[in-house]
C-alpha cells in the first residue's frame, strides 16, 4: 500500500521555521524522484521544491529560494521528505503536499504519487 504522510505543519509567526517532513513507503521510493507542493485558498497548486532521487540535484520556485531547503533520507523501506522552512511570510500561507514520481523532478504537479496535506500558516 502506497502511503506518503506529511507531518510538521502548523501556525507561526511572519520570520519563524517550520519543518516539514514526508514519510513515503509502499514502493522503492528511494528511487523516485520527490517534491513539495502548496496550494493557498483560492489558487492553483504550485511548485515548491524538487529534488532528484539520489538527492544530487535540487530545484526550487523563485519565491522560496533561499529561504527553503529540501532534503531526502533514503532509509531501506521508508523514505523521508523534508522542508525546512525559514523567514516565513504570511503568503507561505498554504497547504503543502508531498509528492513523488518515478521519472523526473519536475516542476509540474504531475507527480505520480500524492500525500494528504498539511496546513501551514503563517501570520503577520
Known amino acids: 500500500q502506497v502511503q506518503l504522510v506529511e507531518s510538521g505543519g502548523g501556525l507561526v509567526q511572519a520570520g519563524g521555521s517550520l519543518r516539514l517532513s514526508c514519510a513515503a513507503s509502499g514502493r522503492t521510493f528511494s528511487s523516485y524522484a520527490m517534491g513539495w507542493f502548496r496550494q493557498a485558498p483560492g489558487k492553483e497548486r504550485e511548485f515548491v521544491a524538487a529534488i532528484s532521487w539520489s538527492g544530487g540535484s535540487t530545484y526550487y520556485a523563485d519565491s522560496v529560494k533561499g529561504r527553503f531547503t529540501i532534503s531526502r533520507d533514503n532509509a531501506k523501506n521508508t523514505v523521508y521528505l523534508h522542508l525546512q522552512m525559514n523567514s516565513l511570510k504570511p503568503e507561505d500561507t498554504a497547504v503543502y503536499y508531498c509528492?513523488?514520481?518515478?521519472?523526473?523532478?519536475?516542476?509540474?504537479?504531475?507527480?505520480?504519487?500524492w500525500g494528504q496535506g498539511t496546513q501551514v500558516t503563517v501570520s503577520s
Open positions: 509528492a513523488a514520481d518515478e521519472t523526473v523532478a519536475g516542476t509540474r504537479d504531475e507527480y505520480d504519487y
